[in-house]
Every structure is written in C-alpha cells, then in structure tokens.
C-alpha cells in the first residue's frame, strides 16, 4: 500500500458528511446495487447477515410523503406538515435498512451493530462515487404505518434507518474532537 492512496483513502473516511440538499440529478441504480453488495461485506458477529434492504420506488415515496405530512400535521400543524412534505419530497434517493430481530439480547445488539457498520460502508463507497447521503432515524422509521408501507414484519424486524441519497448540492463542514480527546494510551 502506498501512502499516497492511503492518504486518499482517509481523505473519503474523513470527507463523507451527511447530506441534507441534494440535486435533482438521479442516482444510477446500478450503483446503488453495487453499494448494497459491497455493504453486506460488512463484519457481522456469527455471520447472521442480520440486514435487508428496501429500495423505494416513486409510489412507496409518495405514499412515505403523504404519512410525513400526516405525522408533521398532528404534532405541528398544517403549515409546517406542508413545508416537510416539499423538503422530503427533494430526497431524491430512499433506502431503507432493516435488521432481523432476534429473541438473544446480545445477538440482536450485535446485529444492529453489524448493521450500522453495512450502513457506514455503504455511505463510504457511495461518498466515493460522489454520491452523498443521510441516514434518518426519525419519528416516520418508528410508525407502523411506514412498516406497511415497505412491506415490514415488526416481529421479524426493525428500521435501522431510511437513507436518502443522491448528488449533493450543498455539503455541510463539521468538525470532530481532537485524537487526544478520544484516545487513551495505556500503559
Ligand atoms: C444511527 C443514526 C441515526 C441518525 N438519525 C438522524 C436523524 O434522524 N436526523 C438527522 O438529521 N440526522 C441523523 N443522523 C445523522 C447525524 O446527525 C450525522 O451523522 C451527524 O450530524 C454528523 O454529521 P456527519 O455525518 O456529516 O459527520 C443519524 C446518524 C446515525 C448514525
């Protein structure tokens, strides 16, 4: 391994940020395949592939913005249930990750572990393809209306988040502690 590709190597770890405003501009859904596969080579303890995945076509996206806008409605109001809708409905890209639920406590905090590493992997190798994401795990993830829609046993599974992709328009700066702050080197 040279350093140089290395170096770039970080530079995709470190330069991924969660994307909010995205371009209009759709995503090829090969690649998306391909992120998928590559995501499932995540470490996954006993080898349970405890993920699914459940790309949305544009009838399970209107019916996801329709319950946005139901959700927003009971808590906010109609004004702010129109204005999510329309910010949602510039998602271009939905994905949603599920994990297989597990009646052994630690074999299902693992499979959730496994899963976030999939999703993490996924976000890279799309980052590296410039495509930009976010993963959601808000309120719509947990309602069971959002279950049915993408076609989810709540005994069998849950959401590990909904994922939006697509060409960013605007990427965010963020910052993270310093190495000191999170490492400990002991003796
Ligand atoms: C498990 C998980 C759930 C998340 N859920 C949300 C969410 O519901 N809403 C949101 O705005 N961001 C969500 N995020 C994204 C984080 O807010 C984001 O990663 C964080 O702000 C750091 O930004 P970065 O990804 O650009 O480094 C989630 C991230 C993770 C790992």
Redesign the pocket.
């Known amino acids: 391994m040279d350093e140089r590709s290395l170096r770039e190597f970080a530079e995709v770890l470190r330069g991924?940020?969660?994307i909010n405003v995205f371009l209009q501009t759709p995503v090829p859904e090969k690649l998306i395949r391909e992120a998928i596969e590559v995501a499932t080579w995540a470490p996954n303890h006993h080898v349970t592939e405890p993920w699914r995945f459940y790309l949305l076509g544009d009838e399970s996206k209107e019916r996801c913005l329709d319950l946005c806008r139901e959700i927003v409605l009971q808590k906010k109001g109609p004004q702010a249930a129109d204005f999510k809708r329309r910010n949602w409905s510039e998602k271009p890209g939905w994905l949603v990750v599920t994990c297989q639920r597990s009646d052994d406590e630690l074999l299902q905090r693992e499979n959730y572990a496994a899963c976030?590493a999939a999703i993490q992997t996924m976000m890279l190798y799309l980052w590296k393809a410039d495509v930009g994401s976010?993963?959601?795990?808000?309120d719509i993830t947990k309602d069971s209306r959002f279950l049915d829609i993408v076609g989810i046993d709540p005994t069998q599974a849950f959401v590990v988040?909904l994922i939006w992709y697509g060409y960013p328009k605007i990427t965010?700066a963020?910052s993270r502690k310093e190495l000191e702050d999170v490492l400990a080197n002991l003796p």
């Open positions: 991924r940020r969660t976030s976010k993963w959601s795990s808000g988040g965010p963020q």
